[in-house]
T-cell receptor, first 116, second 114 residues
Framework: AQTVTQSQPEMSVQEAETVTLSCTYDTSESDYYLFWYKQPPSRQMILVIRQEAYKQQNATENRFSVNFQKAAKSFSLKISDSQLGDAAMYFC?????????????FGKGTKLTVNP | DTGVSQDPRHKITKRGQNVTFRCDPI?????LYWYRQTLGQGPEFLTYFQNEAQLEKSRLLSDRFSAERPKGSFSTLEIQRTEQGDSAMYLC????????????FGSGTRLTVV
């Protein structure tokens, strides 16, 4: 079974600075998708960014980018120019690309605080 | 279509009572998922539907839990004989067949068992 580990329960960053959230995962599959979700205090989960395992190029979405290291099974999220609205829980998630289960497997999350 | 809708947003019930939650997915999404999230934890998978067929259930889904998706549209999650340990946020999500797109989540139903 796949597992996702987020080793940082809490992180903080100053407004306008850069922060990196860590995620590692365990799988025997070669083809899969990885996601970062944001859950603000209102509780609705929002997709931030996704990465396809067969693509070596790291995904970017505006101020959000990932560092995907397939061999190391690492998938970190970098938030540049942090804004107060970035404060939320961030969850890393894994999904098999084919066969098996279609479910998303989530880590326990990292609570990000943005200080003004 | 404004996204995934869940009803109610909050539910307080006495231990031993039955509760039912509803989820309306995005209309073109044929996959529907239920997750449970307790405070400070990530969402845990409960079950998922492809159209009206329930294709996977977690071991977390005890005999007191049942989910349906009649006609492949909305879904209901029922918990019978609620226990205090059932207190959690119940999240519904839907997705397209293409797995690369991830899920769209609803706002969740917060259940408190007293």
């Amino acid at each position: 079974a796949q597992t996702v580990t987020q080793s940082q329960p809490e992180m903080s960053v100053q407004e306008a600075e850069t922060v990196t959230l860590s995620c590692t995962y365990d799988t025997s599959e070669s083809d899969y998708y990885l996601f970062w979700y944001k859950q603000p205090p209102s509780r609705q989960m929002i997709l931030v960014i996704r990465q396809e395992a067969y693509k070596q190029q790291n995904a970017t979405e505006n101020r959000f980018s990932v560092n995907f290291q397939k061999a190391a099974k690492s998938f970190s999220l970098k938030i540049s120019d942090s804004q107060l609205g970035d404060a939320a829980m961030y969850f890393c998630a894994y999904r098999s690309a084919q066969g098996g289960s279609e479910k998303l497997v989530f880590g326990k999350g990292t609570k990000l605080t943005v200080n003004p | 279509d404004t996204g995934v809708s869940q009803d109610p947003r909050h539910k307080i019930t006495k231990r031993g009572q039955n509760v039912t939650f509803r989820c309306d997915p995005i209309s073109e999404h044929n996959r529907l998922y239920w997750y449970r999230q307790t405070l400070g934890q990530g969402p845990e998978f409960l079950t998922y539907f492809q159209n009206e067929a329930q294709l996977e259930k977690s071991r977390l889904l005890s005999d007191r839990f049942s989910a349906e998706r009649p006609k492949g549209s909305f879904s209901t999650l029922e918990i019978q004989r609620t226990e205090q340990g059932d207190s959690a946020m119940y999240l519904c999500a839907s997705s397209l067949r293409d797995r690369r797109h991830g899920y769209t989540f609803g706002s969740g139903t917060r259940l408190t068992v007293v």
